[in-house]
């Protein structure tokens, strides 16, 4: 593990020691009042917000910590709905009492984001002018208008007007960073993991690749499939795969797939696959057409592709002279979609603009992308260090 401070790598400890949950959470809703007015000037005159929160909040309202997730993630960021439950939000070995997110001092809030199909306002939501889903009418949203939402959100449901941090992985990494910049005087400190100023060609290359293979499934029928009762789960599935392949280093590949081009040994080849990688596909795309929408998918990889901290603004030196947020980047060494020079950058980047709490740690896991999900407890020294200071 590794971590840039003032411009020099230093080394740092590795908690990998697993935490169990200790939170029982329920997922609820909040509609804001007067909806949300985006970027582009159009209006959406009905938001609903999905949100988790895990912690109580303080009298003087000053101890929340906003946590966005990615592309295809949801408000479940720590927790069970039920004690019987096996599985957890995606970071819940970072949140929780006495740990790294400690819920005994923080309030810790995480929406689904605008344009989502897990709880918040998006393409399967009804239109209140036509009274039918949005489907492909959705309009086109940006990173900054989830952010907006957010803010919002905060301010109408729990009286917040601003947070301690944000933290976020991948998209949420984003949203972080915008965050910081749009509301400089309501935030104190962003964690921006597996993230990036703005996404490089070869992550948009593989958005491209997941949004055609979505559209050039012939139930897509230009994201009406709602009107025919038909679902492109073809070619949803397709552009999972795509992402599943972006999102894990060459060494996952070959520890989960040591048989290499070897068939399938101990069982009959399927009809579907002859390989067990090509099993582990298929499943991931199965998996996520029980839980995702079509629509949602290409509106928010959009957004996610659109994205740039300098877009519509002077330059990123002046974006960064404003940011005095404290700054923890993260990122992973084997991360091919937002390699860990992206995530010096941010450091450098604030640093550069006078910004003397900003450290980039750079962590040694051979999962690629997906390991700030997998391999999350490798966090847990540097983000403990920076929550104590906030």
């Known amino acids: 593990m590794f971590a840039l401070d003032g411009g020099k790598i230093a080394s740092m400890p590795v908690h990998d020691a697993p935490q169990p949950s200790q939170l029982i959470v329920t997922k609820e809703t909040f509609r804001l009042f007067g909806g949300v007015t985006l970027e582009s000037g159009v209006k959406i005159p009905e938001v609903d917000v999905a949100y988790e929160r895990y912690g109580d909040l303080s009298a003087d309202k000053h101890n929340v910590v906003l946590i966005a997730h990615g592309i295809t993630g949801s408000s479940h960021a720590a927790g069970k709905y039920a004690p019987s439950n096996r599985s957890t939000g995606y970071w819940d070995d970072l949140i929780g009492p006495g740990k790294a997110i400690d819920t005994n001092r923080w309030c810790v809030i995480a929406p689904n984001f605008l344009g989502g199909c897990r709880g918040t306002t998006g393409s399967l939501s009804i239109d209140p002018a036509t009274e039918k889903p949005y489907g492909s009418n959705f309009p086109q949203i940006s990173i900054r208008d989830m952010v907006t939402t957010q ?25 972080a960073l915008e965050w910081a910049a749009m509301y400089p005087d309501a935030v104190r400190g962003i964690i921006p993991v597996a993230t990036a100023l703005t996404p490089n060609p070869r992550a948009i290359a593989y958005n491209h690749c997941a949004r055609t293979a979505i559209r050039l499934d012939p139930a897509y029928n230009d994201g009406n499939y709602a009107d025919y009762c038909v679902v492109p789960e073809a070619g949803l599935a397709l552009a999972r795969m795509i992402g599943t392949i972006s999102y894990l280093s060459d060494s996952s590949f070959q520890d989960m797939f040591h048989d290499g081009c070897d068939p399938l040994f101990s069982r009959e080849i399927s009809p579907r696959s002859d390989f067990l990688v090509e099993d582990y596909l298929n499943d991931e795309g199965d998996k996520l057409n029980k839980r995702f929408d079509a629509n949602t998918y290409i509106l928010i990889s959009r957004a996610l592709d659109s994205h740039g901290l300098a877009r519509a603004r002077t330059s990123l030196d002046d974006v960064f002279r404003s940011i005095t947020a404290h700054v923890l980047a993260i990122g992973f060494s084997s991360d091919d979609l937002f390699p860990p020079r992206q995530t010096v950058e941010i450091a450098e980047r604030a640093q550069r603009g006078g910004n003397e709490n900003a450290k980039a740690v750079i962590l040694e896991s051979d999962y690629g992308h997906d390991a700030f999900l997998v391999h999350q407890r490798m966090m847990i020294p540097a983000i403990q260090a920076f929550m104590n200071v906030l």
């Open 151 to 175: 803010k919002i959100f905060l301010e109408q449901c729990f009286g917040v007007t601003d947070v301690a941090c944000v933290a976020g992985g991948s998209m949420g990494g984003f949203q």
